[in-house]
């Protein structure tokens, strides 16, 4: 998964709406953000997580409390991420559920898929499915380990047991096929 163009708006730190073009970084594949503390660095990740997932990079970073305590009344929270997964284009943007000013109600959390065909999802549940079968690859936990590597956390996965570290990597690279493959001709070995 490649990130191509990250919008916030009232998100976290940014009390507007601030766009991200990601195309920036180059084509290389591996990325390093860093700054100091409180830059906004685990912000973006945060922000890709809600996009694809519906969740932070944290236990208490999700929906509502994403929403940056800066912003207007007025201004509505929302992550849209235009991203490439396996060579076709997506587009993606999810909101919370929130009260703007003048409400008198909140407006339910929303989620927007725009597929490559055209197909456009808007069920929750369907797209969460589909972000872990086929678009991503991976769920929201293994993602975060693969993607962030936050204080300690690539420590945790370099520490994982043997057939976690596996099963993670097997489902990155997409090698289901082969490990099938590689059993059946040991089964036929064995016949």
């Known amino acids: 998964m490649r990130p191509i163009r990250l919008t916030l708006s009232a998100f976290g730190p940014y009390a507007g709406r601030q766009t991200l073009d990601l195309t920036q970084l180059g084509e290389t594949g591996l990325y390093a953000i860093t700054g100091e503390t409180g830059a906004g660095k685990t912000t973006i990740f945060d922000a890709i997580m809600y996009a694809l997932y519906d969740t932070g990079s944290g236990r208490d970073r999700n929906g509502r409390n994403l929403r940056s305590d800066y912003a207007?009344?007025?201004?509505?929270t929302y992550v849209e991420m235009v991203f490439?997964?396996?060579?076709?284009?997506?587009?993606?943007?999810?909101s919370p559920a929130q009260r703007l000013r003048g409400n008198k109600t909140d407006t339910p959390a929303k989620v927007t898929l725009k597929m490559p065909d055209g197909k456009v999802v808007t069920r929750a549940g369907e797209v969460a499915a589909m972000m872990e079968k086929d678009v991503?690859?991976?769920?929201?936990?293994?993602?975060?380990?693969?993607?962030?590597?936050?204080?300690?956390?690539?420590?945790?996965l370099?520490?994982?047991?043997t057939d976690e570290r596996k099963a993670i990597f097997r489902q990155i690279f997409r090698m289901g096929k082969y490990l099938a493959l590689q059993n059946r001709l040991k089964d036929d070995a064995a016949a």
């Open 84 to 94: 490439r997964s396996a060579g076709k284009e997506y587009s993606i943007r999810r």
């Open 72 to 76: 207007d009344e007025q201004t509505e």
């Open 158 to 161: 370099l520490l994982a047991q």
């Open 136 to 156: 991503i690859g991976v769920n929201a936990e293994q993602f975060s380990q693969i993607v962030m590597i936050a204080q300690g956390e690539f420590r945790k």
